[in-house]
């Protein structure tokens, strides 16, 4: 066998070799670098959220998770809109000036912290300590409650409160009123709630 022959195989086994150790190379890179993509999970949990609203009857509320928060939408009774504005003098925070960027979108700096003054979206939790309120839709005397009590939220573990639109009241430990979520509508029953580029 000729010098030139050998020469020859020896290249063609390197060529194999070299092939071989890059195939291999990458098939063991592609699940190391896909481990860097963030997870079904991790991507779910920051992704908008669609809620059909079509079936909620004024007076009603639904929750959704959105980012492991509860998000409330809560359709209004007309009698609730009516309320609201009478009780700016009570609020802590009518108009949501206090850390706007934070809490509370542009499109929703208005009395009823709302694109629609119908349906109120807010993230469920006092601004406080991080509590969960609970509905008080009810006007009227009731436990833990003052005796005008507008209807709106009280926030259990230390009585913050606050009103149809999330404004907390005054004197109360709660800070801020409650968040209003980035959202807007798809449409007439559907709500985008964690995006709002077109609001």
């Known amino acids: 066998m000729s010098d ?8 063609t086994w390197i060529a194999i070799t070299c092939g071989a150790g890059a195939v291999g190379g990458a098939a063991l890179a592609v699940p190391f670098v896909a481990s860097f993509a ?3 999970r991790a991507r779910a949990a920051g992704a908008p959220v669609q ?4 079936g909620l009857k004024p007076g009603e509320k639904m ?3 959105w980012r492991g928060k509860p998000v409330w939408v809560v359709r209004r009774t007309e009698a609730e809109l009516a309320t ?3 009780l700016d003098s009570q609020l802590a ?7 706007p960027s934070e809490l509370t979108p542009e499109y929703a700096r208005n009395e009823w912290r709302s694109i629609k003054p119908e349906y109120l979206v807010c993230v469920g939790i006092c601004s ?3 509590c969960s309120p609970v509905d008080r839709f009810t006007p009227g005397p009731q436990p833990s409650l003052p005796d005008d009590w507008p209807g709106g939220f009280l926030c ?5 409160t606050f009103d149809m639109a999330g404004r907390v009241f005054k004197n109360k430990p709660a800070p801020d009123n409650l968040e209003v979520p980035p959202y807007m509508y798809l449409s007439d029953t559907v709500v985008l709630i964690g995006e709002d580029k077109k609001a």
Not at 51 to 54: N, Y
Not at 93 to 99: A, G, Q
Request: aromatic share 2%.
């Open 84 to 86: 609201l504005p009478k």
């Open 156 to 160: 259990p573990c230390h009585g913050s």
């Open 93 to 99: 925070d009518p108009f949501s000036k206090r850390n």
């Open 51 to 54: 809620v059909d609203i079509s």
């Open 128 to 130: 406080h300590l991080g």
């Open 63 to 65: 929750t959704v998770e």
């Open 38 to 40: 963030p997870s079904e």
């Open 4 to 11: 030139a022959s050998i020469d020859q195989e020896r290249r």
